[in-house]
């Protein structure tokens, strides 16, 4: 198996727009996720609006020319649903301190078949690498999962933890990065 971490530029993410939702679905509706599919619907009907993002930042995995892997974010600004939800009630130093120039990662998967070569860490790095932004910020479901693992091995630390988003039936632990770590 060879894998290539490739960049994908603005104009090439509406042809890879199946391949995401198929990585997503692959991954997230299967043990510890377990999403439903009504989640893969949801997230297949957002993903074309932070694909238009500007400042959208997407790698892709590939074992030769098949998709194994994928991870994107942006950055995160007060108009943003996460970041609205996740700063309220949050202290204004808090917020400061992780939310001000803050980039997000909103996915990073791996195909089952896939996971435990490294590929996750490949894709976390070349989405982090040569950003301007101070710090990145994340939300991931509050179990020991092998993202946690991936997340915490790269200094990755929790913001908040047992965090609930609205109308999600499960908890969350929100982490932070200061990417000058990195």
Known sequence: MTIKIISLQAAQLSHHYKTIVDIYESVFTLPPYNEHPSIVRQFARVLPQQMQRADVKMQLALDGDTPVGMA????CSPDQWFHA???DGMSDIMRTLWFENAFEIIELAVLPAYQGNGIGGQLHDALLADLSHKTAVLSTINIKTAALHLYQ????QPIR????FPSVDRTYQILGLHLSCT
Do not use: A, H, K, L
């Open 72 to 75: 994107y974010g942006g950055t």
């Open 85 to 87: 939800v996740v700063t």
């Open 153 to 156: 091995n790269r200094g990755w």
């Open 161 to 164: 933890e047992n965090f609930s």
